[in-house]
């Protein structure tokens, strides 16, 4: 385990202790499956389906592909849905959104970026590419920019519970000095209907 995913699991872990496991979990752009496989393995999650547009040369889990569009599966399938470090690379990030969120009937959990300024969004861009090149994914630089996405998840029904930024994934300097303030953490609940 690299000391990212160390640290972000740090993060994570308490988030969905108190709901764990949760029965099934859509792993969304699950890159070499490396989440869904530890999510299970630490009893996270019962199940975890992984879904990418692009299979790895080596992965831990074995991806279902799908062309990027609408996820292949029915309304409120997952009880949690997440996302690591993907909806920036996403054509239209907050449609894929409203499509992860529409397969959750219970929780969604986000890390990604955020940025307010033009020196923040270079910063994002330049460790994109350094982070991402090498496994041929590419770099189209959607990060969200403030916090435009909180509102697609209020639209579709889910209520805040925990936001953490800076999120303290980067230990390391000089990585820590200027990365952690453009990273966030979040985990959403489905809102019941109003009677």
Same mark, same amino acid.
């Given at each position: 385990m690299n000391l990212y995913r160390r640290n972000l699991l740090e993060i994570l872990r308490p988030l969905l202790a108190a709901?764990?496991?949760?029965?099934?979990? &859509?792993?969304?752009?699950? %890159?070499? %499956? =490396?989440?869904?496989? @530890?999510? #299970? /393995? #630490? %009893? &996270?999650?019962?199940? $975890?389906?992984?879904?990418?547009? #692009?299979?790895?040369?080596?992965? +831990? $889990?074995?991806?279902?592909? *799908?062309?990027g569009g609408r996820l292949p599966f029915p309304d409120r399938s997952f009880d949690l849905v997440y996302a690591m470090d993907v909806?920036?690379? !996403?054509?239209?990030?907050?449609?894929?959104?409203?499509? &992860?969120?529409? !397969?959750?009937? %219970?929780?969604?959990? &986000?890390?990604?970026? @955020? *940025?307010? @300024?033009?020196?923040g969004k270079l910063t994002l861009a330049a460790l994109d590419e350094l982070g991402n090149r090498r496994f041929g994914v590419p770099s189209i630089y959607r990060y969200q920019?403030? =916090?435009? =996405?909180?509102?697609?998840?209020?639209? /579709?029904? +889910?209520e805040q519970e925990a936001l953490i930024h800076p999120a303290k994934v980067e230990t390391r300097p000089p990585l820590v000095w200027f990365t952690n303030r453009l990273q966030f953490v979040g985990l959403w609940r489905r809102g019941q209907p109003a009677d």
């Open positions: 709901r764990a496991p949760v029965g099934r979990a &859509l792993d969304f752009g699950s %890159g070499d %499956g =490396w989440f869904a496989r @530890t999510f #299970q /393995e #630490q %009893g &996270l999650a019962r199940e $975890v389906v992984a879904v990418d547009v #692009q299979k790895r040369s080596r992965s +831990f $889990v074995e991806p279902l592909l *799908y062309d909806l920036h690379h !996403c054509p239209d990030p907050a449609a894929s959104l409203r499509d &992860l969120l529409r !397969c959750s009937r %219970g929780l969604v959990l &986000l890390k990604d970026h @955020t *940025y307010r @300024t033009a020196a920019r403030g =916090w435009e =996405w909180l509102e697609v998840i209020r639209e /579709e029904g +889910f």
